[in-house]
């Protein structure tokens, strides 16, 4: 067990609608990360906070945004689906912004129809 | 930009086989590097890390080195065993500035070890 939470672990949707991710850090971790994990793209970084701010930004979507809010969970929100959403996404934490291991979360499976 | 080339096989091993799982790099700076595995149904965990050229990463009985000049981080067991089936991920952080963290991963190698 890593200490890094995600819900819902798995979730069907269909094409169109918005869905939130969920992720609590570890305990004391200030800096949490959004990976998305395809068949096709393998593991990708989506974005990154660190105590509230955005801190790096990767291949992530217009149609998709995460917040990190003043208790350090953070949520990632999909919108507009579409069937080539459909991944695993990994949050992941690490105490600082650079130089820490990155715990990750067993992940939330998403599934678009 | 930075990227990360590993063996992406299926790879399939008899118990206390040896195994190599090769894994290339290119990044700009001093990267670290890791490999990550993620077993059937789970995250993903840190196997071993090294931070610097020449640093040696271990756990679990598998070992990695950090070769600059190849710019490789091959991953080693010298026996593994059927619990060690899970998929392996080779990773990079660029490790520059202090202010970004992300990893790049390469597209992980599949590991089956049969009994």
């Known amino acids: 067990d890593s200490g890094v939470t995600q819900t819902p672990k798995h979730l069907i949707t269909a094409t169109g609608q918005r869905v939130t991710l969920r992720c609590s850090p570890r305990?004391?971790?200030?800096?949490v990360y959004w990976y998305q994990q395809s068949l096709d793209q393998g593991l990708q970084f989506l974005i990154q906070?660190?105590?509230?701010?955005?801190?790096a930004k990767g291949n992530i979507l217009e149609r998709f945004s995460a917040q990190q809010f003043p208790d350090l969970h953070s949520e990632l929100n999909l919108s507009s689906l579409e069937l080539g959403d459909s991944a695993l996404y990994f949050c992941?934490?690490?105490?600082?912004?650079?130089?820490?291991?990155?715990?990750f979360g067993e992940g939330s499976w998403l599934t678009v129809v | 930009g930075n990227s990360v080339t590993q063996m992406e096989g299926p790879v399939t091993l008899s118990e206390e086989a040896f195994l190599t799982i090769n894994c290339t790099y290119t990044?700009?700076?001093?990267?670290?590097l890791f490999w990550y595995v993620q077993y059937p149904g789970e995250g993903l965990q840190l196997l071993l890390k090294?931070?610097?050229?020449?640093d040696k990463g271990s756990n679990k009985g598998f070992e990695a080195t950090y070769r600059k000049e190849t710019t490789s981080f091959h991953l080693e067991k010298g026996s593994v065993q059927v619990s060690d089936s899970a998929v392996y991920f080779c990773?990079?952080?660029?490790?520059?500035?202090?202010?970004?963290?992300?990893?790049?991963f390469g597209k992980g190698t599949l590991l089956t070890v049969n009994p």
């Open positions: 305990s004391g971790d200030l800096s």
């Open positions: 906070y660190y105590n509230g701010e955005e801190r």
């Open positions: 990044a700009t700076g001093y990267p670290s």
């Open positions: 990773a990079l952080s660029d490790g520059g500035g202090g202010s970004n963290y992300k990893l790049t």
């Open positions: 090294a931070t610097k050229a020449d």
């Open positions: 992941a934490s690490s105490h600082s912004a650079s130089g820490n291991t990155i715990y």
